[in-house]
């Protein structure tokens, strides 16, 4: 991939994810690909938050005297908020916020709905459209002013360990869901001066794109008490008292798609895991003159058979050449091509070729298995892509021992550098200018007699910087 | 039900469906059983839709250029639009309006879409919250600010008989969808007064309230060309000629949910058609001292048989009273309850509670049919709600010949009166004045011989009035 840019940008148009030309900046129009894509992704997201989340839908706007209330998270989006002025023709009392994340829509009715330690914990998840007025260039599913696909939980507990470990469980909801989609990450607290406005602490995720370049694919955030003081939310306990609730909340976005397609595409195209695929598995009939019927008939049989499994099936039958099939089904990502010549059908054998390997295999055909050495072929697809991206994503994470060697190693590959740091924010900022990067937080404890790169007193933490979206 | 208004705001709370308390007049909060109705409400519409449309999504935003394009659209809506007129803290150039309804959106974007007469038809649709600043009464679900539930179909096609036939046939979708869930309707065209703003004619849905109001709960138009021409929406005939397509829209809301609620209630709380209820078995234990866990036991196997076939079952083993849990079960709306006492398990039997006829029935209990059984008795279910609705509601559409009769009959009962008109636009408004009701619209073509109940002119149409919603 030569340049990322403009190979994620292509794919979309060809592959019909996204139409960016919708007549606003920033705003982008999901084409039917795309829309199943983005439907089989929230499919699996939805299944492991219903778990032990129930699923809300609060209202797009918010009135500016609740975003107003919580005053650091308000400083935090001020340049960004979308603002409704106008109902029809008249000027409306009060501005209305569209959404920029939903803390202070949904918290006022938490103030409502928490009455006693009984009701707790609490645990909500919304999947909306938010807005940010971006000022910066924007970049389809990556940083646009309509996210489209925004996942939010919001949580509400008895206690600050119980809320320290829903940060645990978020975190480990969201890896769950990362590599059943084969996204590798690093995990890390971000530093204090990047923390989610209003949280004591945000925990993010950040993958990395073919150009060296991390992306935030999503935070975990513990709110402690601030939101909870703002907006009165608290709990009898047990013995008849009144206390505040603690909070967590935790999202991530379209980044995911972006993500997907970004790390498993290849020069060919798309490449999507199965469990996303909008079909699993393209029959293509190799037709000669001779038993065409025969061909045609029989992938109708085997497009059936599969579909009754539960398997995402197509049977291309167009009147083009075998090649042309080839090239765009490779291109639209299908992770399982079958092919089906006369010869194939005679011996009882069907051709298979996985987008992974792209190399022909022939497979037994007995009817009553099909469907299942399908699905295994699958399996062993998605634990592929899973291997290959993690593999590839670990080679691009590099530990350093000055700042000298961090600087250098960004220069030339981009990725992910993994260093002893005193924890100091002047430090950090410092180190952030020196070297033209970004600190994208800690990832554990350091042993004693290290030292920070940049500022050579004793160093506290492994810290990881890279380039970022 | 003596108040329905008070009966529908009652139980959108009681069974926590929708909390009404959001700080913005006519804007609410999806709770998450409501969430969950409206979940499997969409599933099968989506199934339905999908058979032969695509499903998209297009931005929230509209620049007011696009929306104010086609003159008599925004006409129709400029009293009810919300503007964004701010990003962050700078003014934007251009003012973008929250979509009302999406042609504006949709239909630039067609026009780079459409190539080809090989193109067509062409059929999407997407579901969306759209908006209107709404001036009167609002009431959660029926009238509202933010519509959260609006799906939206947009067709283009080659002919004018190829629109035609689409409207033929998304009348046919909709009936399909409300059938499943026992909504009774009558289907008209409405006057020309009445049309969607661009159309050249709008067939509507109707349903009728339990307080004899008609509720519109679905809409389907004729476009014409209307919108091609604005927009510029061309394709290239087998000939090579350039054509406008002709369009088709269609849609529905919230109201679907609101109906299923008002017209299958009664005054016990909620009655959920199966196919949408969050749980459409409870299973209650009736324990006394002794054999209590052998119950509890059977119970859990119970739950996890039907689970297993795919019924969406609820054990209920709060350490509560029965009565109570009855009470709760019954105000929810789940169409079927299992009881289970030490002696039925001895016999073999269980003892079933329909929510429709609240009888107790004694049941065969064989572990490899009671899926199979429960299925057939919530089918059995399912078929006595539309059975029921539709009975009362044909009680309710009256045929009249004079307009004293009319008036005497929508005084006495509301309802929907059908009757003969001439068809003239004044007349019309004359006689929706004179007896204070609107018309719905024209069901069909009447014999000679009958005249207008108020003009007294030949009646060229079958003719329904009602007080609306």
């Not at 489209?148 to 360990?161: L, N, Q």
């Not at 993010?204 to 999503?218: E, R, S």
């Not at 042993?447 to 506290?460: F, Q, S, T, W, Y």
Request: with cysteine; hydrophobic share 35%; charged share 30%.
């Amino acid at each position: 991939m030569t340049d990322f840019s403009e190979w994620f940008h292509n794919i979309l148009e060809e592959a019909e994810i996204i139409d960016t030309r919708y007549p606003i900046k920033g705003m982008h129009v999901w084409l039917p690909q795309g829309f199943k894509i983005r439907k089989y992704t929230l499919k699996i997201l939805k299944e492991i938050l219903d778990e032990d989340h129930e699923e809300v839908l609060f209202p797009l706007l918010i009135p500016e005297n609740e975003l107003a209330k919580e005053a650091i998270h308000v400083k935090g989006f001020e340049t960004e908020v979308y603002w409704v002025t106008h109902g029809g023709l008249t000027e409306l009392n009060e501005k209305l916020a569209l959404r920029p994340t939903s803390e202070t829509a949904m918290y006022p009715m938490f103030s409502l709905w928490v009455r006693s330690h009984t009701d707790l914990p609490m645990k909500f998840y919304q999947v909306v459209n938010t807005f940010r007025y971006e000022t910066r260039h924007t970049r389809p599913l990556i940083r646009v002013r309509e996210i489209t696909t925004f996942e939010e939980a919001h949580t509400a507990h008895a206690s600050r360990e119980d809320a320290a470990k829903q940060v645990e469980n978020a975190v480990e909801i969201y890896k769950t869901f990362f590599n059943i989609l084969g996204i590798p990450y690093v995990v890390t607290k971000r530093p204090e001066w990047d923390k989610f406005p209003g949280a004591d602490y945000t925990m993010a995720f950040d993958t990395l794109l073919p150009d060296g370049k991390t992306l935030q694919i999503a935070t975990v955030h513990n709110l402690g008490q601030t939101f909870a003081k703002t907006f009165d939310i608290t709990y009898e306990t047990a013995e008849g008292a009144h206390e505040y609730v603690y909070q967590t909340c935790y999202g991530l976005s379209d980044r995911v798609i972006a993500s997907v397609i970004g790390i498993h595409g290849d020069e060919a195209g798309l490449f999507l895991p199965p469990e996303i695929a909008p079909y699993q598995v393209v029959i293509v009939p190799i037709i000669f003159k001779k038993g065409s019927e025969e061909v045609m008939e029989f992938c109708r049989n085997l497009e059936k058979t599969l579909k009754s499994k539960g398997i995402r099936v197509h049977f291309d039958d167009r009147d083009i050449r075998a090649g042309k099939k080839y090239y765009e089904w490779e291109m639209r990502g299908v992770p399982l091509r079958i092919d089906v010549g006369p010869r194939d059908i005679a011996n009882k054998k069907v051709v298979t070729v996985r987008r992974d390997e792209k190399e022909k295999e022939i497979v037994d055909f007995k009817p009553e298995n099909i469907a299942e050495d399908v699905k295994s072929i699958l399996d062993d697809v998605t634990r592929n892509m899973g291997d290959k991206s993690w593999k590839s994503f670990n080679n691009e994470v590099r530990s350093v021992e000055t700042l000298e060697e961090a600087s250098e190693k960004i220069s030339k590959y981009n990725g992910i550098i993994s260093f002893g740091w005193c924890g100091d924010e002047a430090c950090g900022k410092e180190l952030e200018e020196k070297i033209n990067v970004d600190i994208l937080g800690i990832q554990g404890e350091i042993e004693d007699g290290n030292v920070c790169i940049n500022c050579g007193k004793p160093a506290k933490h492994v810290a990881l910087i890279a380039k970022t979206y």
